[in-house]
Nanobody, 114 residues
Framework: QVQLVESGGGLVQAGGSLRLSCAAS????????MGWYRQAPGKQRELVAG???????NYADSVKGRFTISRDNAKKMVYLQMNSLKPEDTAVYYC????????WGQGTQVTVSS
């Protein structure tokens, strides 16, 4: 059974930084492309960043140049470094496979104050 546990969210002022972590279990992590998603109040969940097993990365236009996704296959972890945060980045952030499948974790709340 796949389990995804996100952490690292919090309250930060605009311009600040946060690093999100996601611990994966119950899957062959190294062969899966992974993604970070977010869902703001009243909006649909969207893909923010993705990373393949070969560490090719892709980002939503809204976060390009500010967010960096990375992975550690040995630890079965995926990370999202978020810099220059904006109030519009406020959302619950989730990780899942890139091309999500299975159930979602509880997510981690990111709140950016202006």
């Amino acid at each position: 059974q796949v389990q995804l546990v996100e952490s690292g969210g919090g309250l930060v002022q605009a311009g600040g930084s946060l690093r999100l972590s996601c611990a994966a279990s119950g899957m062959i992590f190294s062969i899966n492309a992974m993604g970070w998603y977010r869902q703001a109040p009243g909006k649909q969940r969207e893909l923010v960043a993705g990373i393949t097993s070969g560490e090719y990365t892709n980002y939503a236009d809204s976060v390009k140049g500010r967010f960096t996704i990375s992975r550690d296959n040995a630890k079965k972890m995926v990370y999202l470094q978020m810099n220059s945060l904006k109030p519009e980045d406020t959302a619950v952030y989730y990780c899942n496979t890139w091309g999500p499948k299975g159930s979602w974790g509880q997510g981690t709340q990111v709140t950016v104050s202006s």
